[in-house]
């Protein structure tokens, strides 16, 4: 018997704040798995730890798009990231009809983080995927439970850094590795485009490396998408053969519909 295709979905903290696009996030999961997909969320939240340190009055200060970590705010994202933020979308795919899990890297030994170096800045508890581990998440898929992975995960173990604190991992960039280790067909990046736009605003379909340069060079990628495409194209080297796209989260159907050649843009490996 063939194995289901299994799809890593990545979802930002922007499309689970509010309860109607989550709930239309859960429902496409639900359509998703009825017609016979696997599936994963990995899930940030940025928008809700930015909300929830300026409440506390904490201190903000971004480098090259990655929020400099203290011991406070690596606190404060491991209660928004494995606490509110995952729980929530567990009970809303819950309440869609759709068993589901919330892990963070500890939990099973998921993954662990390595201290994500800068040459100007040390950055703090800031992380990227170290060793992963993913037999807990094979045996949730096997008796049909959703696992919803936080990227928030404790240090690897040998590494020469603080080890008193989660390290806040930038799931755009966790997104690849954990694709990876459990082994994905898809790995579809759900955000708020309609995928990555050219120079007259229209889609499109698919970007090698190559053209990818280009158009950041041109300035057609720009801002925002810059991390996006970084993060797909680092994906698609981390698991080869894959299927990778960034693709319109709206809808109670996206999911399927990020699938299908006339949605969002597809990365391909270099001709």
């Given at each position: 018997?063939?194995?289901?295709?299994?799809?890593?979905?990545?979802?930002?903290?922007?499309?689970?704040?509010?309860?109607?696009?989550?709930?239309?996030?859960?429902?496409?999961?639900?359509?998703?798995?009825?017609?016979?997909?696997?599936?994963?969320?990995?899930?940030?939240?940025?928008?809700?730890?930015?909300?929830?340190?300026?409440?506390?009055?904490?201190?903000?200060?971004?480098?090259?798009?990655?929020?400099?970590?203290?011991?406070?705010?690596?606190?404060?994202?491991?209660?928004?990231?494995?606490?509110?933020?995952?729980?929530?979308?567990?009970?809303?795919?819950?309440?869609?009809?759709?068993?589901?899990?919330?892990?963070?890297?500890?939990?099973?030994?998921?993954?662990?983080?390595?201290?994500?170096?800068?040459?100007?800045?040390?950055?703090?508890?800031?992380?990227?995927?170290?060793?992963?581990?993913?037999?807990?998440?094979?045996?949730?898929?096997?008796?049909?439970?959703?696992?919803?992975?936080?990227?928030?995960?404790?240090?690897?173990?040998?590494?020469?850094?603080?080890?008193?604190?989660?390290?806040?991992?930038?799931?755009?960039?966790?997104?690849?590795?954990?694709?990876?280790?459990?082994?994905?067909?898809?790995?579809?990046?759900?955000?708020?485009?309609?995928?990555?736009?050219?120079?007259?605003?229209?889609?499109?379909?698919?970007?090698?490396?190559?053209?990818?340069?280009?158009?950041?060079?041109?300035?057609?990628?720009?801002?925002?998408?810059?991390?996006?495409v970084d993060a797909a194209l680092a994906a698609l080297a981390a698991?080869?053969?894959?299927?990778?796209?960034?693709?319109?989260?709206?809808?109670?159907?996206?999911?399927?519909?990020?699938l299908s050649p006339d949605v969002g843009t597809s990365f391909q490996?270099?001709r």
């Open positions: 018997m063939a194995r289901q295709q299994r799809i890593l979905v990545k979802v930002g903290g922007a499309q689970l704040e509010q309860p109607g696009p989550r709930a239309d996030l859960c429902r496409s999961v639900a359509l998703a798995r009825e017609a016979g997909f696997e599936i994963v969320l990995v899930h940030g939240g940025g928008n809700q730890i930015r909300d929830l340190v300026r409440k506390l009055g904490l201190p903000e200060s971004y480098h090259n798009g990655l929020r400099v970590t203290d011991a406070a705010t690596a606190d404060v994202v491991l209660m928004v990231l494995a606490g509110l933020v995952n729980k929530e979308l567990v009970h809303a795919l819950e309440t869609s009809g759709v068993r589901a899990c919330g892990l963070s890297g500890a939990d099973g030994g998921t993954f662990q983080a390595t201290k994500r170096r800068d040459d100007v800045l040390d950055l703090g508890y800031v992380g990227e995927v170290g060793r992963t581990d993913v037999r807990l998440v094979d045996l949730l898929l096997r008796d049909g439970i959703l696992p919803v992975i936080a990227t928030a995960a404790p240090l690897q173990h040998g590494e020469d850094a603080p080890d008193d604190r989660f390290y806040n991992v930038n799931a755009d960039m966790a997104a690849g590795p954990l694709s990876r280790a459990v082994r994905a067909d898809v790995l579809l990046f759900l955000t708020d485009v309609p995928g990555v736009l050219d120079a007259a605003k229209q889609r499109i379909p698919e970007l090698t490396p190559e053209a990818c340069a280009e158009l950041r060079l041109a300035g057609v990628i720009h801002g925002g998408m810059i991390p996006k698991n080869p053969g894959s299927t990778v796209k960034i693709a319109p989260a709206a809808g109670a159907d996206a999911v399927r519909r990020a490996e270099s």
